[in-house]
């Protein structure tokens, strides 16, 4: 097989990982309404999922650093098969709870290795290299992909085959399918430059390969604190990478709304699981072609206005439009507002990596952005049974509105970034010397 380029191994493993993440948009927390969960139960057992991660993400990531980012996606591959299967046995909240908490793994040792490898790649050749631009057709590449899967999800609970079973099992059967294609495509795609093996080079008496890769193994573990030390060092005295990471605290009461209350809204609004199934497939297809036109727009938007200006402009209408769909009367009207949302959710997240990409260097760049990924799961392990318990309380509805308002606060952790980035543009130039009398 020829040796593809880093763009297009980066690309076509982005669409790999993210085809069997359609056939579930929205489909998990109505399968376990179904299955007799509680809308209460169904979003706190979510939160395992961040629970999972938190003590994973960066264990994993400072090995994919110190390692290689190829183990790691190996193992995740491995892990997610195991989820997937897990969700298609649940029938209990603890059952559902096991397997949120196997996605929270797969999560933790997905998150950034793909993303660094390519960036490190690319900076191999052209360390200026500005990486915005293919962040950003990665994002278009996931939502194409993601609506695909979408539709064709809701194609398949409309068909419902299998009579003697749930509309909704179909595409969980086939989401365990392509997670096993996204494990065997890694492995046959992509390549990475072994790390760590310098020292045995040279060696009197070489050690056989299988002692050798246990003895790199040991190396990368050992240097795994170091990395993560770096970086948490990093984050603690970079205010603006404080700040960048901050907003996903805020971001994910947004995050809970158009994920997971926006299928039990429409199962509330249009009377049942399967009829809210047939629904999410087309409307979950639809907002990943707005994220991806709004993924391509921010690549654009960020060279006219900057990438910290298009970072909190997407971020505050993102928060505003979650907050419109808890106000949306009818179903139309909560589509066409998660439309806005979604779109605006494509271009807040290219702005936000290629902010944080800004901030890190090779050496702890995939730390960097598990760092990341680990605030956004444990804020979204907090905020999903905090928004369940006020829907439970008060409504659906409700919950729609407070994470709305919650998320548009997110704002404030940019400000950092925009100002640095104003520096960087118009920097201040020295007065000259007053003349000599």
């Given amino acids: 097989m020829p040796t593809l380029s880093p763009r297009t191994v980066f690309l076509t493993l982005s669409a790999t990982r993210w085809a069997p993440a359609g056939l579930v948009v929205g489909l998990f927390a109505l399968v376990a309404r179904e299955r007799g969960l509680t809308v209460a139960e169904t979003l706190s057992y979510v939160s395992f999922q961040g629970v999972a991660v938190i003590p994973l993400e960066l264990p994993s990531s400072g090995l994919a650093d110190a390692l290689g980012r190829r183990p790691l996606l190996l193992v995740a591959g491995v892990v997610n098969v195991i989820a ?15 397997a949120a908490a196997l996605m929270g793994v797969y999560r933790a040792l997905d998150s950034g290795p793909l993303e660094a490898w390519y960036v490190d790649a690319v900076h191999e050749t052209d360390p200026d290299a500005e990486v915005a631009g293919d962040l950003g057709a990665q994002g278009t590449i996931l939502g194409i992909t993601i609506a695909g899967g979408s539709v ?8 419902h085959p299998w009579r003697d079973h749930s509309a909704l099992l179909l595409p969980l059967v086939l989401y365990a399918v392509l997670c096993v294609a996204h494990l065997v495509a890694t492995a046959a795609l992509l390549r990475e430059r072994p790390r760590g093996v310098a020292g045995m080079v040279g060696s009197v008496h070489p050690p056989s390969p299988h002692r050798a890769a246990l003895r790199q193994v040991a190396a990368s573990l050992r240097e795994t604190p170091a990395v993560i030390a770096d970086s948490v060092r990093l984050v603690v005295h970079n205010r603006v990478l404080a700040g960048i990471v901050a907003v996903e605290i805020g971001w994910c009461a947004a995050l809970v709304v158009f994920e997971t209350l926006l299928s039990l809204r429409l199962s509330e609004q249009l009377g049942g699981a399967a009829a809210a199934g047939r629904w999410i497939g087309p409307v979950s297809a639809a907002g990943w072609a707005v994220f991806a036109v709004g993924s391509s727009l921010a690549g654009r938007l960020h060279r006219r206005i900057g990438v910290a200006r298009t970072a909190i402009l997407a971020r505050v209408l993102n928060g505003l439009g979650a907050l419109v769909m808890g106000l949306a009367a009818g179903p139309v009207a909560l589509v066409a507002a998660y439309l806005f949302t979604y779109g605006l959710h494509g271009a807040a997240g290219v702005a936000h990596n290629a902010l944080l990409h800004r901030e890190a260097t090779s050496a702890n760049r995939a730390t960097v952005l598990s760092l990341n990924s680990l605030v956004f799961f444990a804020a979204a392990a907090a905020w999903s049974p905090v928004l369940g318990l006020v829907a439970g309380r008060t409504s659906i509805a409700t919950a729609m509105v407070v994470g709305g308002l919650v998320s548009v606060l997110g704002l404030l952790g940019y400000l950092p970034a925009a100002r640095k980035e104003g520096r960087r543009t118009h920097p201040v130039r020295a007065r000259p010397p007053r003349a000599q009398r």
């Fill in 84 to 98: 997937a299967v897990a969700y298609l046995m649940a029938d209990s909240f603890w059952a559902f709870a096991v």
């Fill in 152 to 159: 064709l999800s809701g194609a398949l609970v409309a068909w």
